[in-house]
């Protein structure tokens, strides 16, 4: 059974951080490109960050660019997102994907293989 679950979301102040996991299972994610993306109320889901098979490629949208860190752990079939200097724009459901093409803010959300349940990030002011 294919599952990504996230982890480490919660409640911080504005200039806080956090770290989100993405634990992987059921698939040979070392194979798999992986990605964050993100989702407001009202709003549609975005793409954050992505980052190739090899932990190579890695792109940012620039509303995070500088802020946030992607980076995984192939030996722990994990992910991660390291987000530093949060906002209150930051305030969104966040999800991991993985995918065997690539992910990146090109490639459409409804062609991506796999996805997580989501995890809650709120940044207060």
């Known amino acids: 059974q294919v599952q990504l679950v996230e982890s480490g979301g919660g409640l911080v102040q504005a200039g806080g951080s956090l770290r989100l996991s993405c634990a992987a299972s059921?698939?040979?994610?070392?194979?798999?490109?992986m990605g964050w993306f993100r989702q407001a109320p009202g709003k549609e889901r975005e793409f954050v960050a992505g980052i190739n098979w090899s932990g190579g490629g890695i792109s940012y949208s620039d509303s995070v660019k500088g802020r946030f860190t992607i980076s995984r752990d192939n030996a722990k079939v994990t992910g991660y997102l390291q987000m530093n200097s949060l906002k209150p724009e930051d305030t969104a459901v966040y999800y991991c994907?993985?995918?065997?093409?690539?992910?990146?803010?090109?490639?459409?959300?409804?062609?991506?293989?796999?996805w997580g349940q989501g995890t809650q990030v709120t940044v207060s002011s």
């Open positions: 059921g698939f040979t994610f070392s194979t798999y490109a």
């Open positions: 994907a993985a995918d065997p093409l690539g992910i990146s803010a090109a490639r459409s959300k409804s062609r991506l293989r796999y």
